[in-house]
């Protein structure tokens, strides 16, 4: 930066005086940027969401996350440092002037996948400490990146070789675990399932890694003429779909609300001829 020290005595001579005293300002003016006694700073905050936004999963502070400052109008960034354990962070021995403080975030637009830059602008003053307090940025979560869980089984009712339908329950041979059984999710009642996976040979199933939110457990079963669907509640589907394999949607809705929790569904009960 150039002064009134660079102008020599000569040259200052040969500069009419309105012309000098507007140089010398000009000169000696100090721009944004580091060398003086201000400083900005702030604390980032995460506010996670599922996809649609429609359930706040969590809101913590943003630790390691990259804090960026622009000096005056210019594009290029010029300095950049991580939140702390936090979310804090502060830019020190700053120029008074205009900042902009920026970082990137999740895009706030339901289901897209991009990310935005989420920009503050700060105007700062000799000597001053500007505190911008709580500032936010958003992240989104499918449905599988959580930590939750919702176990539950299936039992297959098999009916005596014997047995003609109507059937009844002196018809019923056992009732067994159902092995290789397809079991659905849905997550926050779409019109069609986020997972699908297999009973064990136990009868056993879990969908691991789940985040807050509604969730509809369901499996198919055939609807025998006078059969015992009503083992299950009354939450039973006729499926419009069927070409006569599987008649009948059995399902069970629960919500997670907290992080970690295991959800234990009442059991299913299946028919198959």
């Not at 721009?31 to 006694?37: D, Y």
């Not at 830059?117 to 500032?135: A, R, T, Y």
């Not at 064990?200 to 609807?223: A, H, Q």
């Amino acid at each position: 930066m150039i002064c009134n020290q660079a102008l020599n005595q000569h040259s200052m001579k040969k500069i009419p005086a309105l012309i000098l005293g507007v140089l010398l300002l000009s000169a000696c003016e100090k721009e944004e940027g580091p060398g003086g006694k201000s400083s900005i700073e702030g604390t980032v905050i995460v506010k996670e969401y599922n996809r649609d936004f429609s359930v706040l999963l969590s809101e913590h502070p943003a630790h390691n996350l990259d804090v960026y400052i622009n000096y005056g109008g210019d594009d290029l960034i010029g300095d950049d440092m991580e939140t702390s354990q936090e979310g804090k962070f502060k830019f020190s021995f700053l120029q008074e002037g205009t900042y902009t403080l920026w970082y990137t975030s999740d895009d706030t637009l339901a289901g897209s996948p991009s990310e935005i830059v989420i920009e503050h602008p700060v105007q700062l003053g000799n000597n001053q400490n500007k505190d911008l307090g709580n500032l936010i940025t958003y992240k989104t979560r499918d449905f599988d990146e959580g930590s939750s869980t919702i176990c539950g089984k299936v039992y297959l009712i098999n009916y005596k070789n014997t047995a003609t339908p109507p059937y009844t329950e002196d018809d019923i041979k056992d009732i067994t675990p159902a092995q290789e059984e397809d079991v659905y999710l849905i997550y926050n009642e779409k019109q069609t399932f986020d997972e699908e996976l297999e009973t064990n040979y136990d009868g056993e199933f879990c969908f691991p890694n789940l985040i807050k939110g509604k969730y509809r457990i369901f499996v198919y079963s055939e609807d025998l003429p006078g059969g015992e669907y009503d083992f299950n509640s009354e939450n039973v589907i006729e499926d419009q779909n069927s070409e006569g394999t599987f008649d009948l949607v059995l399902y069970q809705d629960v919500e997670i609300t907290e992080k970690g929790e295991t959800i234990r569904l009442d059991d299913f009960y299946i028919e198959q001829e």
